[in-house]
């Protein structure tokens, strides 16, 4: 294999990895290449994209490789992942949020063996705006990710807990998932309507009271 062919596919192979990345032993073993080859091959990958202006950067963080963003564009991406509107999500977050929320903890490779397609967009999407989050590590090889809603989720839909979703049964398997979905978040912003009108009524009630109580100046 030439080595810009072995780079190309070291390219990918991280992309694919998304944040739990690959250790340099298993893009080898997968490349069916040498360490030290590997190892040259990501290093001189560092450099070009350094001296390219690349938007993303390829890291080595605690034996692990992978690729992430430049902290000089964090303010772009804190633009980005500004509101976790409903309306601005796609398809795919929204069957990835739904699927979060019903089979928690769960992993990246869980949910796409789900929906039946990559899903790393999704979620990062998901987890910049505070919809989902790390929870911790699955006991399997690699101790991939576990991801879990967060308290926003709960926030923004008007729930108190998980137990106030509806049809638990929902989300075993990729039959019907876009359906269910979209039955899924009707039922939940009918919820959050109701929540409001709800603190509505409340208000209107404490208004009334305050009216009702209120000193009546008698004629003389």
Avoid: C, W
């Avoid at 989902?132 to 576990?146: C, D, H, Q, Y």
């Avoid at 989300?171 to 009108?197: A, I, P």
């Amino acid at each position: 294999m030439d080595f810009p062919k072995l780079k190309s596919i070291i390219e990918g192979l991280l992309f694919l990895s998304g944040e739990e990345g690959l250790s340099i032993k298993q893009i080898a073993e997968i490349v069916d290449q040498r360490i030290e080859l590997v190892s040259d091959a990501i290093e001189e990958m560092i450099a070009e994209f350094a001296n390219q202006g690349r938007g993303v950067q390829i890291l080595k963080l605690a034996g692990v490789v992978q690729l992430g963003t430049l902290p000089e564009h964090a303010a772009y991406f804190e633009k980005l992942a500004y509101s976790p509107a409903r309306t601005s999500l796609s398809q795919a977050a929204l069957e990835t949020l739904a699927i979060v929320a019903y089979r928690q903890p769960i992993t990246r490779v869980e949910i796409e063996e789900i929906r039946g397609v990559k899903s790393e967009r999704a979620i990062h999407t998901l987890v910049n705006k505070d919809l989902i989050l790390e929870v911790g590590r699955a006991e399997a090889i690699g101790r991939p990710i576990l991801y879990g809603t967060t308290k926003s989720f709960l926030d923004y839909f008007g729930l108190a807990s998980l137990k106030d979703l509806p049809e638990p049964g929902l989300f075993e398997d990729s039959e019907n998932l876009e359906e269910e979905t979209q039955l899924l978040f009707e039922k939940l912003d009918v919820q959050h309507v109701d929540l409001d009108l709800d603190s509505t009524n409340l208000e209107d009630d404490t208004n009334a009271n305050d009216i009702n109580n209120e000193d009546i100046p008698l004629d003389s």
